[in-house]
C-alpha cells in the first residue's frame, strides 16, 4: 500500500470503482462476485489494487462480513456519483446517436407515479421535440401486461416483481402514515407500527404494491386492522382521513405534496419497506433509441436534477 498517503493524487479505474461499489453494496465478495460474473480471487486483488491506489485501507474485513473505513465511505460515495454520471453520459450518447424520432408510448401506474415523472417527460419534451408522446395510466397489472405483450415501450411502476421486467430504479421514498387532526396519534410526532391497533385502514386498489407492504407488515406486527374503504384516488384517501373514516399510508411525496387542513402526515417506525419508484420494460424487448433516450432523460432528471439545464 502507498506509504505516503494521499500525497500524491490517485489514478481510478472505473472498472475498480465499479468492483469496489458492488462489494460494499452485496456486503461481502462473494456475492460482488456472483453479480459481475467473476472469481472471489479476482474481486479481492481489485480491491487491493484500488486500496493502493488510494493509498488507505477502505474496508475492514471480520466474520460478519465487511465494514467501511472513513475513507472507504468517502470513495464508495463518490464513486456512486462518478458510475452514475458515466453511464448517463454512455446513455445520451447512444440515444443521440440513434436519433430519436417517431412515437413513445409509455404506461403509468394509478398510484399517481405519472405525477413523480413530471419533470423528466418536460425535458424529453425539450431535448426531443418531433417525438409523439403517448401516455397511458392504469392498474399497474394492467400496465404490465401490456408492456411484456410490446404494447408500450416502457412503464413507470412501483417496486415491479414480474421475472419478464427489467427494472430501473430511480428513487425510493419512506411510507408515512395520515392521521386526522381528530385522531389521538395527531398528537404523537412518530407512529409505530404498533401504535396502529384499532384503528380502520383507508388503503389503495385490491392489487397495489403499497397494500401489500401495509398489511403485510401489520400482520408480522400481530394487527389484523379492519380495511374501511379501499380507492384508486389519492385526493379521496387525503379526505377520507380528513372526515376520520381511518388512517391512510402514502408515500412520503404523494402524503405531503397535497396534505389536507385536517390530516397530519407522520413518518412510521419500524416499517422496513420502501417506496420504489422505478422505470421497467419487457426484459425480451429489444429498445428502440427513442425508448433509449427516454430512460437516459428520467435517469439524469432524477439522479442529478441540479444539472438538468445543462444536459441539453
Keep these: ?54 493509498g488507505r485501507p477502505l474496508l475492514r474485513r471480520h466474520r460478519r462480513g465487511i465494514e467501511l473505513t472513513r475513507v472507504g465511505e468517502l470513495v464508495y460515495r463518490r464513486a456512486q456519483v462518478m458510475l452514475a454520471q458515466r453511464d448517463l453520459l454512455a446513455d445520451e450518447l447512444h440515444a443521440l446517436a440513434g436519433n430519436p424520432q417517431d412515437t413513445l408510448k409509455l404506461g403509468f401506474s394509478r398510484m399517481e407515479t405519472s405525477t413523480f415523472f413530471g419533470r423528466a417527460l418536460a425535458e424529453f419534451r425539450r431535448r426531443y421535440p418531433d417525438v409523439e408522446i403517448s401516455i397511458s395510466v392504469e ?22 416483481r414480474d421475472p419478464g421486467l427489467e427494472v430501473l430504479e430511480l428513487q425510493r421514498e419512506p411510507v408515512f402514515v395520515l392521521v386526522s387532526r381528530e385522531n389521538p396519534l395527531a398528537l404523537r410526532s ?55 373514516i381511518g388512517i391512510g399510508f402514502l408515500p412520503r411525496a404523494l402524503a405531503l405534496n397535497r396534505l389536507h387542513p385536517m390530516v397530519v402526515a407522520l413518518p412510521l417506525e419500524g416499517f422496513e419497506p420502501q417506496w420504489s419508484y422505478t422505470l421497467a420494460w419487457a426484459r425480451a424487448a429489444r429498445l428502440s433509441p427513442t425508448a433509449r433516450a427516454w430512460i437516459a432523460v428520467a435517469r439524469a432528471v432524477h439522479a442529478f436534477p441540479e444539472m438538468v439545464g445543462d444536459l441539453k
Design 139 to 160: 392498474a399497474e397489472s394492467q400496465i404490465v401486461r401490456r408492456v411484456l405483450k410490446g404494447d408500450l415501450d416502457l412503464a413507470g411502476l412501483v417496486s415491479p
Design 190 to 244: 412518530r407512529i409505530s407500527v404498533g401504535d396502529l391497533k384499532n384503528q380502520q385502514l383507508v388503503l389503495f386498489e385490491e392489487k397495489s404494491q403499497l397494500n401489500e407492504m401495509v398489511v403485510g407488515a401489520l400482520a408480522q406486527a400481530g394487527i389484523l386492522a379492519p380495511v374501511a374503504i379501499k380507492t384508486t384516488q389519492v385526493g379521496l384517501i387525503h379526505e377520507l382521513v380528513a372526515e376520520n
Design 1 to 54: 500500500m502507498n506509504p505516503i498517503g494521499f500525497a500524491r493524487r490517485p489514478n481510478f479505474e472505473f472498472r475498480h470503482l465499479r468492483v469496489f461499489a458492488e462489494v460494499v453494496r452485496h456486503g461481502g465478495f462473494t456475492r460482488a462476485a456472483e453479480v459481475i460474473h467473476a472469481t472471489q480471487s479476482t474481486v479481492s486483488k481489485v480491491i487491493s489494487q484500488l486500496e493502493n491506489e488510494v
